[in-house]
């Protein structure tokens, strides 16, 4: 299945008007929006199936059709958004990084969609998803980028297994278990693999619309399709350069 099949599952509710006393700073008289699948933009609790944030910075909504959004944190002078949960996956229906500088939106996975007011007007380059806690991530859907194309990068020490899942909207992917390092600038230095998995399995992996996908574990395990332009695989105990992808290896410590 490709991107603009999968487009095509996200339901479409009808359009909503929604009037209020402002919106982004434009005042009510003469205003009328229409927003398909936005709805009402209310906040969920920092939870929703499968993901639930740890970040103070980071937030969930949801379209209208279902589809989780995560309204990203605000990048740091590198372009960095750094956002990190308790646990983090995606189910089949997917989930939007919203990354769009915009007051609306329009995505393939939920339709129209309110931009992101954590941005404060600057897009994200690199969209670092970090898991804090101690669960491996389950990919089984979708992952889009809303807005400007950014670089994705899931990181969790604990594993990851990618069983049909795809990204949308983005130049660069990143799975990786091993940890974020940032320099004293807040930009991306390296990873810092000691151990974890991951595993391509069940549909397999569908990146051919992503220019380069990169995993970076103490082991891999393919065992299902994997379709990517560019694949790189840095497996065992190494520091990984995060731009270059020039592996270190780790002093032996006999695990």
């Avoid at 969209?127 to 491996?136: C, K, P, T």
Wanted: with cysteine; net charge neutral; charged share 10%.
């Amino acid at each position: 299945m490709d991107v603009h099949q999968l487009a095509l599952l996200a339901r479409q509710p009808s359009a909503v008007l929604i009037e209020r006393q402002s919106f982004w700073g434009m005042p009510k008289r003469g205003l009328a929006l229409i927003l398909a699948n936005a709805l009402f933009w209310q906040p969920l609790l920092v939870q929703a199936e499968g993901i639930v944030v740890s970040g103070p910075n980071t937030s969930l909504n949801q379209a209208g059709n279902g589809v989780p959004i995560i309204n990203i944190a605000t990048p740091n002078a590198s372009g960095l958004s750094h956002n990190q949960y308790q646990q983090f996956n995606v189910d089949s229906q997917g989930v939007i990084l919203n990354n769009s500088t915009n007051q609306t939106q329009s995505t393939q996975l939920g339709g129209i969609i309110v931009g992101n007011s954590n941005l404060r007007g600057t897009a994200a380059t690199t969209i670092l998803n970090e898991v804090v806690g101690a669960n491996a991530s389950q990919l089984r859907g979708y992952t889009e980028v809303a807005g400007q194309a950014a670089r994705v990068i899931v990181a969790n020490p604990y594993g990851i297994s990618c069983n049909g899942c795809g990204f949308i909207n983005t130049p660069q992917v990143t799975l990786t278990t091993g940890k974020p390092v940032l320099d004293a600038n807040g930009q991306l230095q390296r990873f810092n693999v000691q151990g974890g998995s991951i595993s391509i399995d069940g549909v397999g992996l569908n990146a051919d619309n992503v220019d380069q996908f990169d995993i970076i574990t103490r082991s891999a395990k393919i065992n299902a399709e994997l379709h990517a332009k560019r694949l790189n695989i840095i497996a065992g105990r190494n520091d990984v350069d995060a731009q270059t992808l020039n592996p270190t290896a780790l002093p032996d410590d006999g695990s």
